[in-house]
Antibody, heavy 121, light 110 residues
């Protein structure tokens, strides 16, 4: 069965950095765009970023541009999110998500369990 | 404030039908496919509808989707208590070059 397992979340001070990882298994990771989606406590979903199969295209929500970097290592079947200059507004559960057809049409059929990032002031 | 507008809550009795609207603009819903997700408390979202009106395997036909212009609608018939959840629409916004979600709608099955 397809699995996505996030790690790297935790408590960090405002202005700090954190690197999230998403380990993928049981599918050909290099054939799929991948995305990060976050959800602040008690709030709705917010798409954060996505990355093309070979890493040549990346897109970000405006609120994280210049601070977050999405990357991937297809040899390790892993997706990453480097988060710098963190603020309270970045406190959320971060999910990695896979689109069902390879290209990112927004049809995410597999999600990780999420990893909680808490930014303290 | 979300780019896509959904009602904060809807409710209906078991066995009844409910619709959830998702309103956008020409740069998002008017220009791309809409997906819908169900999120039960404490769990990751689950894909219900993609490409405006298609259901992934395993999703019952009680769930349906439609799109007209810059709005989309999720329909749920034969409501069950297990359908109580938050529902989100999503699409790509070409002006923002980003994927956007609606603010979510909490469904209560009375």
């Amino acid at each position: 069965e397809v699995q996505l397992v996030e790690s790297g979340g935790g408590l960090v001070q405002s202005g700090g950095s954190l690197r999230l990882s998403c380990a993928a298994s049981e599918f050909t990771f290099s054939n799929y765009w991948m995305s990060w989606v976050r959800q602040a406590p008690g709030k709705g979903l917010e798409w954060v970023a996505n990355i093309k199969q070979d890493g040549s295209e990346k897109y970000y929500v405006d609120s994280v541009k210049g601070r977050f970097t999405i990357s991937r290592d297809n040899a390790k079947n892993s997706l990453y999110l480097q988060m710098n200059s963190l603020g309270a507004e970045d406190t959320a559960v971060y999910y990695c998500a896979r689109p069902q057809r390879g290209y990112d049409y927004g049809d995410y059929d597999y999600w990780g369990q999420g990893t909680l990032v808490t930014v303290s002031s | 404030q979300s780019v896509l507008t959904q009602p904060p809550s809807v409710s209906a009795a078991p066995g009844q039908k409910v619709t959830i609207s998702c309103s956008g603009s020409i740069s998002n819903i008017g220009n791309d496919y809409v997906s819908w997700y169900q999120q039960l408390p404490g769990t990751a979202p689950k894909l219900l509808i993609y490409d405006n009106n298609k259901r992934p395997s395993g999703i019952p036909d009680r769930f349906s989707g439609s799109k007209s212009g810059t709005s989309a609608t999720l329909g749920i018939t034969g409501l069950q208590t297990g359908d109580e959840a938050d529902y989100y629409c999503g699409t790509w916004d070409s002006s923002l070059s980003a994927r956007v979600f609606g603010g979510g709608t909490k469904l209560t099955v009375l």
